[in-house]
């Protein structure tokens, strides 16, 4: 069971290198990532499969393939520019909802293939995977080559109307030097107790509208701004993905295991289980976060961030429910867990993309992705360590890591 768990942890240390170097070339770790993430499923496709080295250091290499940090930053530096500060955060839902239905499809699909064409067919189909995956990439290319020439085509034409543009910065200019001059008519106009009480409620409607201009103004150019730290709440949404991560990661390091000794079901039955509980993940954090009536009943339950604390405390609980010793009673506690998992994910993901700028971003958007995968590591690593101990101990204590952390939350 260690060395399960020591090879399990080779694989996911593999998804926090590609991560933390996302940081500073995303696009390279993606290439890279998904490149050698192809070459390791090629050799433990075409290699002897009595061959414990090349499958072991095969199927750790496809680790290599994470690119979640760099799609991420993709879609925040997209809509950079983008007036509507919400753009980006529903882009990265939509993001992270394409993720959850590739992870349903993946378990829906992955023990079937495994039953009847074992290891050589779920290597064939990693093979086709992550070939579609480099062809996506070079697609994604040549289509932010063709964005930046039509950019610079616009820009010429922009140049023509810089003029104009500089002339209706003059006229705001007066604008505002008018209304100051109002605000100054209005103040010595005030000689009498009769009149005063007007005329201060039409100097702060003045005051208003431009305090209201200058807001709207800071928030559009917020994405934009280099000169805005991050702040301890920046990390602490990152820690938190650490803490989410503890749940899922000794759920998928040891839930076959599990599922196999205490309840003696196979490999095929365990596929379809699992993707019973990512589809559920998928379907309630998409209707949730993506639909207006899910999120309207999502405010009325806690508005954010504190829907991020609500979806943790459902995680604790999932996992806890998950350690009783009954298979009903077991299956709704990982489809608990898995709808809050994904529903977690997705808020906290959304919400460092609205308080984080974008050149902050690119460090808090994969840094969150390297906590995570980091604590998929430590699960992995003392998974099968605590379940040789006692099979429900690892469900005991993330549940328990988890419930604690929303406390502190």
Same mark, same amino acid.
């Given at each position: 069971?260690?060395?399960?768990?020591?090879?399990?942890?080779?694989?996911?240390?593999?998804?926090?290198?590609?991560?933390?170097?996302?940081?500073?070339?995303?696009?390279?770790?993606?290439?890279?990532?998904?490149?050698?993430?192809?070459?390791?499923?090629?050799?433990?496709?075409?290699?002897?499969?009595?061959?414990?080295?090349?499958?072991?250091?095969?199927?750790?290499?496809?680790?290599?393939?994470?690119?979640?940090?760099?799609?991420?930053?993709?879609?925040?530096?997209?809509?950079?520019?983008?007036?509507?500060?919400?753009?980006?955060?529903?882009?990265?839902?939509?993001?992270?909802?394409?993720?959850?239905?590739?992870?349903?499809?993946?378990?829906?699909?992955?023990?079937?293939?495994?039953?009847?064409?074992?290891?050589?067919?779920?290597?064939?189909?990693?093979?086709?995977?992550?070939?579609?995956?480099?062809?996506?990439?070079?697609?994604?290319?040549?289509?932010?080559?063709?964005?930046?020439?039509?950019?610079?085509?616009?820009?010429?034409?922009?140049?023509?109307?810089?003029?104009?543009?500089?002339?209706? +910065? %003059?006229?705001? &200019?007066? *604008?505002?030097?008018?209304?100051?001059?109002?605000?100054? !008519? @209005?103040? /010595?106009?005030?000689?009498?107790?009769?009149?005063?009480?007007?005329?201060?409620?039409?100097?702060?409607?003045?005051?208003?509208?431009?305090?209201?201009?200058?807001?709207?103004?800071?928030?559009?150019?917020?994405?934009?701004?280099?000169?805005?730290?991050?702040?301890?709440?920046?990390?602490?949404?990152?820690?938190?993905?650490?803490?989410?991560?503890?749940?899922?990661?000794?759920?998928?390091?040891?839930?076959?295991?599990?599922?196999?000794?205490?309840?003696?079901?196979?490999?095929?039955?365990?596929?379809?289980?699992?993707?019973?509980?990512?589809?559920?993940?998928?379907?309630? +954090? %998409?209707?949730? &976060?993506? *639909?207006?009536?899910?999120?309207?009943?999502?405010?009325? !339950? @806690?508005? /954010?961030?504190?829907?991020?604390?609500?979806?943790?405390?459902?995680?604790?609980?999932?996992?806890?429910?998950?350690?009783?010793?009954?298979?009903?009673?077991?299956?709704?506690?990982?489809?608990?867990?898995?709808?809050?998992?994904?529903?977690?994910?997705?808020?906290?993901?959304?919400?460092?993309?609205?308080?984080?700028?974008?050149?902050?971003?690119?460090?808090?958007?994969?840094?969150?992705?390297?906590?995570?995968?980091?604590?998929?590591?430590?699960?992995?690593?003392?998974?099968?360590?605590?379940?040789?101990?006692?099979?429900?101990?690892?469900?005991?204590?993330?549940?328990?890591?988890?419930?604690?952390?929303?406390?502190?939350?």
């Amino acid at each position: 069971m260690l060395w399960v768990g020591i090879y399990v942890t080779f694989y996911q240390a593999s998804r926090v290198v590609t991560s933390a170097f996302a940081i500073v070339c995303p696009k390279t770790s993606h290439f890279l990532g998904t490149a050698i993430g192809l070459a390791g499923f090629l050799t433990v496709y075409l290699c002897d499969n009595g061959l414990l080295t090349p499958f072991v250091v095969g199927t750790a290499v496809v680790g290599f393939s994470e690119t979640m940090s760099s799609m991420q930053k993709y879609a925040k530096k997209m809509f950079q520019l983008e007036p509507d500060r919400e753009m980006a955060s529903r882009k990265l839902r939509y993001q992270y909802a394409s993720v959850m239905l590739g992870v349903v499809f993946a378990f829906s699909i992955g023990g079937f293939v495994y039953q009847y064409y074992f290891i050589n067919g779920v290597a064939l189909f990693g093979v086709i995977i992550q070939s579609l995956g480099l062809t996506s990439f070079f697609l994604y290319l040549a289509l932010t080559s063709s964005l930046k020439s039509l950019s610079s085509a616009l820009i010429g034409n922009g140049n023509e109307k810089k003029e104009e543009k500089n002339n209706n +910065a %003059v006229v705001s &200019t007066k *604008t505002e030097e008018e209304e100051k001059q109002q605000i100054n !008519i @209005a103040s /010595s106009a005030a000689s009498s107790n009769s009149t005063r009480s007007s005329i201060i409620s039409f100097v702060n409607r003045i005051r208003g509208s431009l305090l209201t201009r200058t807001v709207i103004e800071a928030n559009s150019k917020f994405d934009t701004d280099t000169e805005i730290a991050t702040t301890w709440i920046n990390w602490i949404v990152c820690i938190s993905f650490g803490i989410e991560a503890l749940t899922i990661g000794y759920n998928l390091s040891i839930g076959p295991i599990f599922l196999l000794d205490e309840f003696n079901k196979q490999t095929s039955i365990i596929g379809i289980m699992f993707a019973v509980g990512a589809a559920s993940g998928t379907f309630a +954090a %998409v209707s949730v &976060t993506c *639909t207006d009536l899910g999120k309207d009943v999502l405010k009325k !339950i @806690a508005t /954010s961030p504190f829907d991020v604390c609500f979806a943790m405390l459902g995680i604790g609980l999932g996992v806890l429910v998950a350690a009783v010793p009954s298979f009903p009673v077991h299956i709704l506690g990982v489809v608990i867990l898995m709808c809050f998992n994904d529903l977690g994910a997705t808020l906290m993901t959304e919400l460092q993309a609205s308080i984080s700028t974008t050149s902050n971003y690119s460090l808090l958007g994969p840094m969150g992705q390297v906590v995570r995968r980091t604590l998929n590591c430590v699960t992995a690593l003392t998974g099968p360590i605590l379940f040789g101990m006692y099979p429900r101990l690892p469900y005991i204590v993330a549940g328990t890591v988890t419930l604690v952390w929303t406390a502190l939350l």
